[in-house]
């Protein structure tokens, strides 16, 4: 049975984008009509996560429970969110829905095990979503170690997510410090890294970082892909 896919979105906008892009690239689809059916709430008024949890910002809850309605009335049979920071907010939406939610960090640290084997993942993301050990706990679940990036890396993160990719602004300026980042993590024992904010991907793209990473909005899409009932492409 086929299923439809609903992506809670503008978390930021250019992430939702992006997971838009991977969803219709990698599933395994020769003429239109073989694709997946998706609905996009791209909810711009949605409050930063990170400065709700780190700052006490505003709640993000209700407009993301009001992204949820406006996707269930749409006939969405899934959802999908392409924010890391925003899972941990998950325990609490999932009662506000009878629609499932599918799991980046779950889909991610499935990822990492079954591609490095024994190996130790860097995490790359804001410091929202460092700070509450979201992925250290999603990858230890799975068996895998993790390095996080010092306050100078947090720092370099931060700049790059708000002021580049957030921003609107050209990255050039930024690849210094992100690939100081990276090497430190290295040092620190990292064997490859973990895109852990949605516009990190971005970021690596355009920056064309060097390294082996893992792309949580590319194995959140292979997720959505096979829940739905269609093939990934090239598996």
């Not at 984008?17 to 689809?29: G, Y």
């Not at 893992?214 to 096979?226: C, S």
Request: with cysteine; net charge neutral.
């Amino acid at each position: 049975m086929k299923r439809s896919v609903g992506i809670l979105g503008g978390m930021g906008p250019l992430a939702t984008a992006d997971l838009f892009r991977k969803l219709v690239v990698l599933t395994d689809a020769s003429c239109d009509g073989e694709h997946i059916r998706v609905y996009i709430d791209s909810n711009v008024n949605i409050p930063d996560r990170t400065a709700a949890i780190l700052r006490g910002g505003p709640s993000p809850l209700p407009e993301m429970t009001e992204s949820l309605r406006r996707l269930e009335a749409c006939g969405a049979d899934c959802v999908i969110m392409p924010c890391n920071t925003a899972h941990y907010f998950l325990p609490e939406l999932r009662p506000r829905t009878k629609l499932p939610f599918l799991s980046m960090l779950r889909a991610t640290a499935r990822a990492c095990a079954a591609r490095f084997p024994g190996k130790t993942a860097g995490v790359l993301a804001t410091r929202g979503t460092l700070e509450t050990g979201l992925y250290p706990a999603a990858l230890a679940a799975e068996g895998v170690a993790s390095v996080l990036p010092g306050e100078a890396g947090r720092d370099a993160l931060t700049a790059v997510i708000y002021d580049g990719v957030k921003a609107g602004r050209a990255l050039a300026s930024f690849r210094a410090p992100v690939e100081q980042t990276l090497s430190d993590m290295a040092a620190a024992g990292a064997d490859y890294f973990v895109l852990g904010c949605t516009e990190l991907p971005i970021v690596r793209e355009t920056l064309a970082l060097p390294g082996g990473f893992v792309d949580p909005t590319e194995e959140l899409a292979k997720a959505a892909i096979r829940w739905c009932g269609y093939r990934v492409r090239g598996e």
